[in-house]
């Protein structure tokens, strides 16, 4: 439980905001580079940490990232000329540099007013399918991310992205929440289950094939240079010298890898406003081979055009269509959702925009996600005191998930480094 100022505190994320400024101070990513596919291609309009921004990919492929209202009169930049180099206004003309400089005005005389002005921007990098954006202070800014999936050929990783209109932080919670997965997930974690059985789902690219049907995993949490990992272990019915171990890192801010016994599912929970996030995932075989992005695409449930428009990257689940709920269904399927990431964001939007975090009734199973919070609380406290938020440094390429069996009386933490 938090009190309703520090569920503020955590939530919100707009200019000037504590949260905001922890986010700020991480390269963060903002849209899949397939948005942006070729030279001079269509500008995306992107929100970004509660600011409005223009991305777009110059003459020579390169990205740039700024400010989409214009700094004359506030027309968008997305409907704008791009140049070598540049992207210029289509009202009067004023053209900008990646960096925000002026670099033509063409219904002002002289250079005088040009020289003086300089337009939002931000440094954008791309790497892994992703475009990055780095929007904290020029002289905080920290090495670039190096994933492990950035070294693996792109057509080997599946990257994919969707809107939805609640808080980033129900997002996060719902992915470091583990118990959920044998519940909610129930038709894809426990098959048998009408019938009081369990026989393990044998794909092994589902992130929700639990290999067990023990619904309190016991959770031990450990701190690391990028945050935490948590292990929820198992028990596995009918062999007591087995438990089933999942390890879990979220790295700060609002990262999450999870696994299937075979994949690595990495998620970034990027709020674009107080109340919508976009949730770009990139998932990859740890040992380099091909993905089947259409499979991962129908376990999600995201094949389904009432709940997932691929033109805008939304999900549009609602109320009105009570996202996709089938109840006459239910006797079969336990959520009456098809698909996991269905099911997930059918919960996260039920919850409503900001869930009240002060009216929880937290139990031991929620550990990890309580200590989400704390990382992230603490992170606003030492950068308000200005210090470094955690994490701000570390090692991603060593952020790894994993899902195995091991003997009872093994130690989890002998798994490590994965
Ligand atoms: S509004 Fe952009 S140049 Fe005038
Ligand atoms: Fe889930």
């Known amino acids: ?53 223009v991305a777009f990919r110059d003459s020579n492929g390169h990205i740039g990232v700024m400010e989409e209202m214009c700094m004359h009169r506030g027309a968008s930049l997305a409907l704008g000329r791009v140049e070598d180099g540049a992207i210029r206004c289509l009202y009067h003309g004023w053209k900008f540099a990646m960096d925000g400089s002026v670099l033509e005005m063409p219904n002002v005389s ?27 202070p020029a002289d905080k800014m920290p090495p670039f991310p190096d994933w492990a999936f950035m070294h693996l050929p792109l057509e080997n990783l599946r990257v994919s992205r969707f809107d939805t209109e609640v808080n980033y932080m129900q997002q996060l919670e719902g992915g470091t929440d583990t118990s959920h997965v044998g519940i909610l997930h129930t038709n894809d974690a426990r098959p048998g289950w009408m019938s009081h059985t369990f026989s393990a789902n044998e794909d092994l690219d589902n992130p929700a094939s639990l290999a067990s049907d023990d619904l309190a995993p016991v959770l031990e949490l450990e701190q690391t240079e990028f945050g935490f990992r948590y292990a929820s272990t198992r028990r596995i019915r009918g062999q ?127 550990m990890a996600l309580v200590r989400a919070r704390k990382q992230l609380l603490e992170s606003a406290e030492r950068v308000r005191n200005g210090g470094d938020p955690i994490g701000v440094a570390a090692d991603f390429r060593k952020v790894l998930a994993c899902d195995r069996n091991i003997e009872s009386g093994v130690e989890w933490k002998s798994l490590l480094p994965l």
């Open 1 to 53: 439980m938090l009190s309703k100022s520090e569920n503020e505190k955590l939530c919100r994320i707009g200019p000037g905001t504590v949260m905001g400024e922890v986010f700020r101070r991480f390269w963060n990513p903002v849209l899949m580079s397939s948005e942006l596919l070729e030279p001079e291609c269509e500008p995306v309009r992107v929100e970004m940490l509660g600011e409005r921004l």
């Open 240 to 366: 007591e010298t087995l438990r089933n171990v999942r390890i879990v890192p979220i790295a700060m801010p609002s990262t999450r890898v999870i696994p299937s016994p075979k994949l690595q599912f990495v998620i970034f929970e990027v709020p674009m406003n107080d109340m919508k996030t976009t949730t770009l995932g990139v998932s990859y075989d740890p040992e380099g081979g091909p993905i089947d992005a259409w499979k991962l695409d129908e376990i999600g449930g995201r094949h389904d055009p009432r709940l997932f428009d691929h033109a805008t990257h939304r999900y549009i689940g609602t109320w009105e269509n009570r996202f996709g709920q089938n109840r006459k269904e239910m006797a079969k399927s336990w959520s009456g959702i098809k698909g996991v990431v269905a099911e997930d964001q059918a919960i996260a939007v039920s919850q409503g925009p900001i869930v009240d975090r002060s009216k929880e009734h937290l139990v031991a199973a929620d």
């Open 110 to 136: 002289g250079k005088c007013v040009r020289s003086k002005l300089k337009a939002t921007a931000y440094p954008a990098r791309e790497a892994g399918g992703l475009i990055w954006i780095y929007m904290g």
